[in-house]
């Protein structure tokens, strides 16, 4: 009798406990779309970003080519884009993703955006994609600890005159 006082007992606290939850679950990246990023496309205007994002701030003038850092901002996330700029068009940009965006999401939405991707590159934890889609190239950076994250995206122009943002910050860390 004793036993199915007990069954009796247990029995409702185990339903309860194996009910399925209902609640939502979001990804770190706070529902992030990769078109948040095509304005900074090369070739558009930069009149587009000053209307949605704001004046950029001046990092540098070089021959012609303006340097200006713009900052997309969410809710929940904000991180800093830079463009170079010529003519009034962007050439191109680099995007320095925030850590706590997931890897996996970032990668899958480049993937159903641009397919497969040209080239990987990895070193130790790191890796280095490139989608070579003429007349662009997309390089996307990540990197894993515990959990893996996004470190940079930028898009430039595949034959470019000009040194991209990208090439410019390699050759600035050799010295």
Known sequence: MSMFKLILNILPCLIIMF???N??????NYKFDLEGLSDFFPNKP???LDSKFGKGELMGND?????LKYVVKDLRYQFPVMVQVKDGLIEDFFARLPSYFLHDVFFQSL???NGKQTNTKKTGEEAYYVWDLAPLKHI???ACTITCFPIF?????KEAQTKSILEKMKLANKI
Do not use: D, H, W
């Not at 021959?63 to 340097?67: F, L």
């Not at 995206?153 to 122009?157: C, L, T």
């Open 19 to 21: 009910q399925p939850l």
């Open 23 to 28: 609640a939502k679950v979001e990804s770190p």
């Open 46 to 48: 930069i009149s587009n």
């Open 63 to 67: 021959g012609g080519i303006q340097t």
């Open 111 to 113: 993937i159903t955006r």
């Open 140 to 142: 996307y950076s990540a």
């Open 153 to 157: 995206y930028a898009v430039e122009k």
